[in-house]
């Protein structure tokens, strides 16, 4: 069995499912160019694919919804990632967009 996420014509991905290949292209779950697989291991495309996350036919990328307007999209990963690392220290953190730092919690 492989995952494929189902994406609109904006390529959000909509749901994903577990099925065939052949079940796919048998059009049960409507028209299979709508239907890309991902991988749950990200062996391919980057990133398992979520509701909601974009597929990116140029990058052949599935990427995340921008958590903050200052993340940056790492072009290797395709993953966001804050403008400056999270302190490895062991302790909890969140990051505060209005001062684009991260907070101990």
Not at 12 to 17: S, T
Not at 32 to 42: A, L, M
Not at 53 to 81: G, H, K, V
Request: net charge negative; with cysteine; glycine share 4%.
């Amino acid at each position: 069995m492989s995952h494929f996420a189902e994406i609109d014509n904006n390529n959000i991905v909509q749901r994903v499912i577990v099925a065939e290949q052949d079940f796919i292209n048998s059009g049960a779950v409507g028209d299979s160019f709508r239907w890309v697989q991902t991988s749950y291991n990200n062996n391919f495309r980057k990133n398992y694919a979520g509701k909601g996350y974009t597929y990116d036919q140029t990058r052949d990328a599935f990427i995340s919804p921008q958590p903050f307007p200052s993340w940056l999209l790492d072009e290797d990963t395709c993953r966001w990632e804050a403008p400056t690392p999270m302190p490895d220290d062991g302790k909890m953190y969140n990051w505060d967009e209005d001062t684009t730092s991260w907070k101990e919690i």
